[in-house]
């Protein structure tokens, strides 16, 4: 099974910023979307940004011109640059294919204060 590894979020003033990234086999970039999901307290697990392999990107309303989703194809790594944090950004982030057919990591917590 793909393990994915997420990493990079933390506590986080309201309007800060935070990069995370999610590492795993070479295999994520033969696939056609990859995205990156999160889930706050209480709430369904929902998809906040994407990017297909020929360079499209699509981002969730609630994102859309803060997070910047990209990838790195030598290091198997693909990022979540998230700009003008608020309250509501906090959640735990994943990555995975669209749909999510790969096995899920741990995540990485994102706190957002005032």
């Known amino acids: 099974q793909v393990q994915l590894v997420e990493s990079g979020g933390g506590l986080v003033q309201a309007g800060g910023s935070l990069r995370l990234s999610c590492a795993g086999p070479g295999i994520i970039f033969r696939i056609d979307s990859m995205g990156w999901y999160r889930q706050a307290p209480g709430k369904q697990r929902e998809l906040v940004a994407s990017?297909?392999?020929?360079?499209?990107?699509n981002y969730a309303d609630s994102v859309k011109g803060r997070f910047t989703i990209s990838k790195d194809n030598a290091k198997n790594t693909v990022y979540l640059q998230m700009n003008n944090l608020n309250l509501e950004d906090t959640a735990v982030y994943y990555c995975?294919?669209?749909?999510?057919?790969?096995?899920w990591g741990q995540g990485t917590q994102v706190t957002v204060s005032l």
């Open positions: 990017m297909t392999r020929i360079g499209t990107f």
């Open positions: 995975n294919s669209i749909p999510p057919t790969l096995g």
